[in-house]
C-alpha cells in the first residue's frame, strides 16, 4: 500500500475498555437540587449526562500503530512522532491505560503544528477537540461559566468529554501563545490543573459543577513563540521546536500532496501523473499549510489554459522557508 493510501485511512489504535468520567449519583442530586422551571440549560445538561451515561470508550493499545506513513507525511515532526511511539510503546502489553505527557509543538506560522494536531487525533481514533486561544478573552471557554451568568455555559473540556464517545479525545490548544484577557479571567488559568493528572481526574466545569475525570485528556498545544507562556505551563509539558522541512522534505510532501489531489478527484485524471522538477522546486519553496492551496490555484490555471500539465507560472508566488525540529528539555 502507499504511502498517500496510508495517510488517507490512518490506522487506529483499537479501543479495549470502558472508563467512567464523572458519577451518575452526582449528577441525579444536582438536577434535584434545581428548582422548577429555573436554570433551563443547566437542567437540559445534567438530563443529557444522565441519558448519554457515564461510560466512554478508552483507547488502549495492542501493539504499536503502523505510523510509516505520518513519518513520511511529515518528516519535520519526527522527533515528536518518536515521542508519541514511545509512549504508546510504555503501555503496550500492560494494564495501564494510554498516557501522552501533554505536548507544545512550536515553530512559525504554516509548519504543519494544528495538522499534526489532526493527524494523531486520526491516529489514535478518539475525536478531537479544538480551541483556539487568539480568539479568547475569558477563562470560561475551556472551563465554563458560573450557571449564574446570562448565557452561560459549559467549557470545551467538559463538552469534548460528556457529548464525545470518548473518555481520551485529542485536545487542541491552538496559538496558546496569543491567549489574552482581563487578569480575572486568564484562559490559561484552568490548564494549570488540568494538565496535572491527580487534579485533572477530579476536573470541575464551572457551569455543570460536577466532577467529570479529563485525567485521560491527550493535550496538544500550539505556538509560535514560547516566550509569552506561563512557566507553569511549560514546565508540565514536552516542548519541540518545529521548523519548515529543509528542501528535499518540503519537494516530497509537495509531490506527494499532487498525488493525493490528482486521485482524490474525478478531475485528476485530466493531469499528469507527475509534476515536473521545476514546478516541485517552485513548491519547495512553500509552507506545508500553503501547499494545498497552491496545487489547486495551478490545476485551477492549468485546466483553464487547457493543459493537463501544471507549470511554474499556474502557481502563485511563494516565500523561502527553512529549518529543523529538536527537542527542548
Known amino acids: 500500500m502507499s504511502s498517500t493510501a496510508l495517510t488517507c485511512v490512518a490506522p487506529r489504535i483499537p479501543v479495549a475498555r470502558m472508563r ?3 458519577r451518575l449519583e452526582d449528577v441525579s442530586k444536582r438536577l434535584e437540587k434545581l428548582p422548577p422551571k429555573e436554570h433551563e440549560s443547566l437542567r437540559a445538561t445534567y438530563e443529557r449526562m444522565l441519558e448519554k451515561g457515564e461510560q466512554r470508550f478508552q483507547v488502549k493499545p495492542s501493539g504499536l500503530p503502523v505510523m510509516d506513513a505520518l513519518y513520511d507525511e511529515m518528516p519535520n515532526f519526527h522527533e515528536v512522532l518518536d515521542d508519541v511511539k514511545r509512549q504508546i510503546a510504555l503501555c503496550d502489553g500492560s494494564s495501564d491505560a494510554l498516557e501522552i505527557t ?5 515553530g512559525p506560522p504554516g509548519v504543519g503544528k494544528t495538522h499534526f494536531a489532526r493527524q494523531l487525533a486520526e491516529l489514535l481514533g478518539t475525536g478531537m477537540g479544538f480551541v483556539s486561544m487568539s ?3 475569558a477563562g470560561w471557554v475551556l472551563s465554563g461559566a458560573s450557571s449564574q451568568w446570562k448565557g452561560a455555559r459549559a467549557g470545551k473540556v467538559f463538552e469534548a468529554l460528556v457529548d464525545g464517545e470518548y473518555a481520551n479525545p485529542v485536545m487542541v490548544v491552538d496559538e496558546i501563545d496569543k491567549a489574552g484577557g482581563e487578569a480575572a479571567y486568564d484562559p490559561l488559568g484552568s490548564l494549570y490543573s488540568l494538565l496535572e493528572h491527580d487534579t485533572a481526574s477530579a476536573f470541575i466545569d464551572e457551569f455543570a459543577e460536577v466532577a467529570v475525570d479529563a485525567s485521560q485528556v491527550i493535550w496538544v498545544a ?14 508540565r509539558v514536552n516542548v519541540f521546536e518545529v ?4 528542501f528535499d522534505a518540503a519537494r516530497a510532501i509537495a509531490r506527494r500532496l499532487y498525488a493525493s489531489l490528482r486521485g482524490s478527484h474525478d478531475w485528476g485524471r485530466r493531469f499528469d501523473e507527475h509534476p515536473s522538477a521545476a514546478v516541485l522546486d517552485r513548491m519547495a519553496e512553500l509552507a506545508p499549510r500553503e501547499m494545498r492551496r497552491a496545487w489547486m490555484t495551478g490545476f485551477g490555471n492549468a485546466r483553464l489554459a487547457g493543459r493537463g500539465t501544471v507549470l511554474c507560472d499556474d502557481l502563485p508566488a511563494g516565500g523561502p522557508k527553512k529549518g529543523r525540529i529538536g527537542f527542548m528539555q
Open 243 to 246: 521548523q519548515a522541512p529543509d
Open 102 to 106: 501533554p505536548l507544545l509543538l512550536l
Open 20 to 22: 467512567s468520567i464523572y
Open 135 to 137: 480568539s479568547l478573552t
Open 222 to 235: 500550539t505556538a509560535n513563540d514560547a516566550r509569552s507562556i506561563p512557566d507553569p505551563i511549560l514546565n
